[in-house]
């Protein structure tokens, strides 16, 4: 059974910043494509930034510059350094696991998905 446990969520200023981590569990790891997606209150869920599992990043417009995604295939986790934190970046943010040859900025792509971490950020 895949499971996908986030953490490093919180509340922060605008201007601050947080680091995201998600844990995979269930699934070899190394050849998967992670993600990381957030969804506002009556919002879509939107794609934030995702990793090929040949290490290449991908990110939305709204966060480049600012975020940072990586992987450690020997821990089995995603990380997601968030910096110049914005109040519109508020949302719950979700780990998304798929296949080597996953679309990493589509959703529907991706075949596991973990609860998501509230990240709050206040102006």
């Known amino acids: 059974q895949v499971q996908l446990v986030e953490s490093g969520g919180g509340l922060v200023q605008a201007g601050g910043s947080l680091r995201l981590s998600c844990v995979a569990s269930?699934?070899?790891?190394?050849?998967?494509?992670m993600g990381w997606f957030r969804q506002a209150p009556g919002k879509e869920r939107e794609f934030v930034a995702g990793?090929?599992?040949?290490?290449?990043?991908y990110y939305a417009e709204s966060v480049k510059g600012r975020f940072t995604i990586s992987r450690d295939n020997a821990k089995n986790t995603v990380y997601l350094q968030m910096n110049s934190l914005k109040p519109e970046d508020t949302a719950v943010y979700l780990c998304?696991?798929?296949?080597?040859?996953?679309?990493?900025?589509?959703?529907?792509?991706?075949?596991?998905w973990g609860q998501g971490t509230q990240v709050t950020v206040s102006s």
């Open positions: 990793i090929s599992w040949r290490n290449r990043p």
């Open positions: 269930g699934r070899t790891f190394s050849s998967a494509a």
């Open positions: 998304a696991a798929g296949g080597p040859t996953t679309v990493v900025v589509d959703a529907v792509d991706y075949d596991d």
